[in-house]
């Protein structure tokens, strides 16, 4: 089963000038078997593209990772402004899967990537890539709930 975080290789990923060529994706979801795997591109093409780890929020919208920092080899920026579902067969047929992301990181880019999109995603969307538990946690601190019955719902107080 696929997480959130997994890296993938595709050898002929068609890119939107048609040209054809390998890219590295990462899986922004944990997918069930029915349901879409929201995929990001990376690069490590800097060009003016600032290297400043973490969350890009700016003009190019991308979460930087220095070489070696977690599982990629070079310094990679994974562009957080274009996104595209894929179906299971265009996983299975057409990506390699060659390794993962740490939690963590897999989780700061997620919340960058929520950030950074969050007046262009439908609640759909949103609820595929936020886990049940964080949505839980979220739905707790938008309500208006006195603070000691939220620290109850939570489980925090005896």
């Known amino acids: 089963m696929l997480i959130r975080g997994a890296v993938f290789l595709a050898e002929n990923f068609v890119f939107s000038d048609n040209t054809t060529g390998r890219k590295l994706l990462v899986l922004l979801n944990n997918p069930t078997p029915n349901d879409p795997y929201f995929l990001v591109k990376t690069t490590s093409q800097q060009h003016t593209k600032p290297k400043t780890q973490g969350c890009i929020e700016n003009y ?41 992301l740490t ?7 997620v919340k960058c990537f929520l950030k950074i999109n969050e007046q262009d995603l439908s609640p759909r969307i949103r609820n595929y890539l936020t886990p049940p538990i964080e949505q839980g946690i979220q739905r707790l601190r938008r309500q208006d709930i006195p603070a000691c019955q939220r620290l109850a719902l939570a489980g925090r107080l005896e």
């Open 60 to 100: 190019y919208q991308a979460y930087f990772i220095y070489a070696n920092g977690d599982f990629f080899e070079k310094d990679t920026w994974i562009q957080l402004d274009d996104y595209f579902p894929a179906d299971p067969s265009y996983i299975r047929t057409k990506l390699k899967h060659i390794g993962q």
């Open 103 to 109: 939690p963590q990181t897999t989780d700061s880019i």
